[in-house]
């Protein structure tokens, strides 16, 4: 009768060293993942050692650290405990070779969650176990699940370390694959058969398992949760008792005054606001989003202050830097970083603040999903709803949270033009009701002018204009704002009396109604503003010439040259916009047209 012993101390070894290696694996990976010191790759090089080496020299310096005479051997004999030639001493080499495989596992599991699904869990008030444990366990599972069964199956197969250090002690330390060995060269060519078709039999079990884990089952929903407080309690009670909005006598107000050296740029921004919805303009990579989160506490500046309604979130010199949990932010992020294992409900309740009842969290999901047109969906995951659902999801969770100030972060990028509209309007009725600071960074000039009556233009990490709307798109102060506020037309100037410039680049004398500034450096009018008389009689009236055309659905813009005929399609001096009825007016008239630069209309500017 075949002996079962080794295929008993196989198992049992295997389990226990996947069970530590599970555990060990996992820790490793989440502190590498946040690690950012210099002896990285070094302990990187460390930790997958065994991965690379001959399991033979894994044996070999185990058996040096854990021998009579080695280090850890040493210590565990004063303790009257011997690991070498015992069942632990397998347990430890197998442990210490599957290792590798569960770290780099987890890692890479760990790795390919959306960084925005973490912060923005931070942002919702989680702790960092709440985070690692609601979302990066559940998200990682599959990975980690892949990885367990590669771990078991690498430690039921190890056999050179096991040699080194456990020996072949039949009943004790045998495994199968020493079994195999043995019965090999002891010519049992059936017992080592069988042995070898039991390890293959477990291999390709493994195999297919870790294939229906990574392929198939981590796409499979999760079951539906309770609404229970415990379960979306990721907001701790200091976060609680912060956020009761709004409070009758509070002033509503954020106090934002920070520096963050950037490797091409310094952030230098210093601004405060109110209840009023603030527009942040600017070019990509100007400093927008980083501003967002710094006052998020998802990045920390060099130096400055952060104070929302009072409370302090950062401060450099008193040594003040909150966590993105005890902020009170609701955050809105470009992909809305919805958690795709949670139901629409479980994601607005997730950042609901602790100690309200089961049946006040549903009520309160109940209200957010109404208020934002999606009553019914609860039940449903992020996969299955459309971009603009989506987006009214991520914004019923961030006001879900309660918080004192709402950070959006482009939410209708990813939208198309039929969505953004309509969006956009659901998100200026729920502003309305909103008390509480509002940040909005929107590339869409004419969607931050609706939205908001007050803008912040950013430019290279400096807030180059601060103040309402109609002035910062009617007059602003230098060249830059103008720009990035949408104006097509500019010439440098040059003052010829109190009330004259010349137009350098367009070659012309222009009417002034206010005294030209010192400070003048070039003029400019935007496209939509300049009109087409029928006679010369208005001041600052000339001649022009088409160089050419740009079409579209409602609109067409006219590349003009002021005074003489355009050589060819690039020779223009200006650019006009018109609605197609007035194009059809224009199109049959003979040149010169007559185009008017209104001396109400032309913007007198500083230099960038």
């Given at each position: ?18 069970v ?42 185990l ?6 005479n080695?280090?850890?051997g ?30 780099k ?44 069964l ?24 045998e ?42 089952n ?20 200091k976060?609680?008792?912060?956020l009761?909005?709004?409070l009758?006598?509070?002033?509503i ?41 710094c ?11 952060i ?16 966590p ?7 955050f ?8 795709p ?25 109940e ?36 918080p ?26 729920n ?33 180059i ?19 990035l ?16 410039v ?14 030209v ?8 009018i ?20 088409l ?17 003489q ?20 007016q ?23």
């Amino acid at each position: 009768m075949t002996d079962l012993t080794p295929i008993w101390i196989s198992l049992k070894t295997a389990t226990t060293a996947t069970v530590i290696t599970f555990f060990l694996g996992i820790m490793a990976a989440q502190w590498m993942l946040a690690y950012r010191g210099k002896s990285k790759g070094i302990i990187e090089g460390l930790l997958i050692a065994p991965l690379v080496l001959p399991p033979t020299v894994v044996g070999f310096l185990l058996l040096l650290l854990c021998g009579k005479n080695g280090f850890i051997g040493q210590i565990l004999q004063y303790f009257g405990v011997t690991i070498i030639f015992s069942w632990y001493a397998t347990v430890l080499a197998s442990t210490v070779v599957a290792f590798p495989l569960m770290y780099k596992t987890a890692l890479g599991a760990f790795k390919q969650i959306d960084s925005n699904l973490l912060a923005c869990a931070r942002t919702l008030g989680a702790s960092e176990w709440t985070v690692f444990w609601r979302v990066m366990l559940p998200l990682a599972k599959p990975g980690l699940i892949a990885g367990t069964l590669l771990t078991f199956a690498r430690a039921l197969g190890e056999f050179g370390a096991t040699l080194m250090l456990a020996g072949s002690i039949p009943g004790k330390t045998e495994t199968i694959p020493i079994a195999i060995f043995l019965a090999s060269e002891g010519g049992a060519m059936e017992r080592a058969l069988l042995l070898v078709s039991l390890m293959l039999a477990i291999s390709l079990g493994v195999i297919t398992a870790v294939n229906y884990w990574t392929e198939g089952n981590g796409h499979h929903k999760s079951k539906p949760r309770s609404y229970a407080p415990t379960l979306w309690g990721g907001m701790s009670a200091k976060r609680q008792t912060t956020l009761d909005y709004p409070l009758p006598q509070a002033k509503i107000e954020l106090i934002v005054d920070i520096q963050k050296q950037l490797p091409g740029f310094l952030l230098d921004v210093a601004f405060e606001t109110d209840q009023t919805p603030l527009g942040l303009l600017g070019a990509s990579g100007a400093g927008k989003s980083l501003i967002l989160r710094c006052i998020a506490g998802l990045s920390s500046p060099d130096k400055g202050r952060i104070v929302l309604n009072g409370k302090v979130l950062f401060d450099s010199e008193r040594g003040i830097n909150l966590p993105p949990r005890d902020r009170g932010c609701g955050f809105l992020f470009q992909n809305y970083a919805l958690f795709p294992h949670l139901t629409i409900t479980e994601n607005i309740a997730f950042g609901m603040p602790s100690g309200k009842s089961q049946r006040e969290i549903k009520q309160e999901v109940e209200r957010q999903l109404i208020a934002v047109d999606l009553p019914g969906m609860g039940d449903r995951y992020p996969r299955e709803l459309s971009g603009g659902q989506q987006q009214r999801v991520a914004l019923a969770r961030a006001k879900g949270s309660e918080p004192g100030i709402m950070l959006l972060d482009e939410p209708f990028s990813a939208l198309d033009t039929y969505l953004r509209d309509k969006q956009e309007k659901l998100l200026r009725n729920n502003l309305i009701h909103y008390q509480g600071v509002t940040l909005f960074i929107t590339h869409n000039l004419e969607e931050a002018y609706r939205v908001c009556p007050n803008l912040l233009v950013i430019d290279q990490g400096l807030a180059i204009a601060h103040g309402r709307k109609q002035d910062i798109f009617e007059h602003p102060r230098n060249f830059r704002t103008a720009q990035l506020t949408g104006c097509k037309n500019f010439s440098p100037a040059l003052a010829i009396s109190e009330r004259q410039v010349k137009a350098l680049d367009w070659d012309c004398i222009l009417e002034l109604i206010e005294p030209v500034p010192k400070s003048l450096e070039y003029v400019g009018i935007r496209a939509h503003q300049l009109t087409f008389p029928d006679t010369e009689d208005e001041a600052n009236t000339f001649p022009c010439w088409l160089a050419t055309i740009s079409e579209t659905q409602h609109r067409m813009t006219l590349y003009l040259k002021l005074n003489q005929p355009a050589n060819n399609p690039e020779d223009y001096h200006l650019q006009a916009e018109v609605f197609k009825n007035k194009w059809a007016q224009l199109k049959d008239r003979p040149f010169p047209w007559k185009i008017q630069l209104s001396p109400f209309r032309i913007m007198l500017l500083k230099a960038p």
